[in-house]
């Protein structure tokens, strides 16, 4: 979606809450959440969303418009450089892209091993999610995550591994870890 398109949708807003305002930060932070929605999607689930007598007074937020929306199906040029996802094979165009991919990739796969050794709930709809999770969203649940799988395992490199990611050790401290 562009930023013309944004700003459309912030009329839109105004239009319906004559209260309302919008400014140019705001405008950045739609533009970078919604950067991989199409225009379409998002005024019809904006236009459902000022049915709901919830939101008679005031605009529904942001992640209620997205929530269940599907991102643009990411358009793939396999004449040009393609790269490959390491953990899933997704293709990227884009080296940047394929590597935030795969960083992500990694973080759900453990995710999902963990949750089916401890029987934690976890399903294709909720792998899902996390794709769809922003980076902010993500680093909180993923990090929480972590903490709960110290709290869970009986094996004390585990624990060790998962402290080091949260206070990572000095490099001399971080050899000894590894030799040991
Ligand atoms: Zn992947």
Known sequence: ????????????????????DFNADMISYWANELSQYSFEDVKLSLKHCLANDKYTNRPPQLEVIIFKLPKIK????????????????????????????????????????????????????IKEELYQYSEENFENFYSNFLKTVKKATSL????KLINNIFNPPEKEEALKFLQN
């Open 74 to 125: 990411q358009k793939i040029d396999f004449t040009k450089i393609t790269y490959f996802c390491r953990n899933c094979r997704k293709p990227f165009n884009n080296l940047d892209d394929c590597h935030k991919h795969e960083d992500r990739c990694s973080s759900i796969l453990y995710i999902e091993r963990k949750s089916k050794k401890y029987n934690w709930d976890f399903n294709d709809q």
């Open 156 to 159: 004390e490199w585990e624990r």
């Open 1 to 20: 979606m562009t930023k013309e398109e944004i700003e459309e949708l912030f009329r839109f807003l105004k239009a319906s809450y004559p209260t309302y």
